[in-house]
């Protein structure tokens, strides 16, 4: 279809984990005008890491296990008509967001971070029941998570410090492809929508599942509501509370997010753009 629109493509497969990023910047440097990842939320978060800071443009090609960024753009997950809507999208210059652990790399991602319950689901992912269930694989690591207690955490926002058991550091509404969580932030927007889930036992999490299903979060006890570019997670009851970054483990807390304003250039539908 691109080419048939004019365009000049070159395509170049993936070898294995962490290549996408690598082919970004090489492809970057090479004088390409627009990279595209064909994949899901963790292809996507690689090719992205790899043009943080260029003025190429990147877009969204939706396939994989899940893809959160073309639910949220209002895109289609059939690759053929995500590709039609594509070659009419326009490029927005957008912030991301990074995660800082002290002795490692920082790492960007574009969609959301998740300290607590939903990182440890990440953890915890039967990985060969992922490459056979794709998304049914997360359900079941959550259902496994039933009579679990959850360990807190601090998290620092706007100069004040909260207990968590989760919080959700996001730049999107949508969450996991099938709920909306963050009811207030877009992707053009420059700093991050962060929800504190304060309660940590098992049934608590029931109770706040069926408030994200009833639509009724944003008035439920035992949840926050903050927007600020900067948060920091702490001071954890458990020393495996850990992090993930647009559905990818990044390892344990402490640590710093923040937003990158001026950090990639999207190609975004314009009903995107014109909505709220």
Do not use: C
């Amino acid at each position: 279809m691109f080419r048939k629109a004019g365009h000049v493509v070159e395509l170049i497969p993936t070898t294995g984990p962490n290549m996408a990023g690598e082919l970004a910047a090489r492809a970057a440097a090479q004088g390409f005008d627009l990279v595209m990842a064909a994949g899901g939320d963790g292809t996507i978060n690689e090719a992205i890491n790899g043009l943080v800071g260029s003025r190429v443009v990147f877009g969204a090609l939706p396939a994989g296990t899940a893809n959160v960024l073309a639910n949220e753009l209002g895109m289609s997950n059939r690759p053929d008509v995500a590709a039609g809507q594509l070659l009419q999208a326009v490029p927005q210059r957008i912030s991301l967001g990074a995660y800082d652990r002290e002795g490692h790399a920082r790492r960007h991602f574009i969609l959301m971070a998740g300290v607590g319950l939903d990182a440890r689901i990440v953890y915890e992912l039967d990985l060969s029941l992922k490459a056979r269930l794709g998304k049914l694989a997360y359900w079941q690591g959550g259902f496994r998570q039933l009579g679990r207690a959850v360990p807190r955490f601090t998290i620092q926002v706007n100069g004040a410090s909260h207990v968590a058991s989760f919080a959700l550091i996001t730049r999107v509404r949508n969450y996991g492809g099938d709920f909306e969580i963050a009811k207030r932030v877009r992707l053009t927007d420059e700093d991050f929508e962060i929800v504190v889930f304060q309660n940590h036992e098992w049934h608590d999490y029931l109770r706040f599942f069926f408030s994200v299903v009833t639509n009724r979060l944003y008035s439920t006890p035992g949840v926050s509501i903050y927007r600020a570019r900067e948060a920091r997670v702490g001071s954890p009851e458990d020393n495996r509370i850990y992090a993930q970054t647009d559905g990818e483990a990044v390892g344990a807390i402490p640590a710093t997010i923040s937003t990158v304003p001026d950090a990639l250039t999207l190609l975004v539908p314009k009903g995107y753009l014109g909505g709220r």
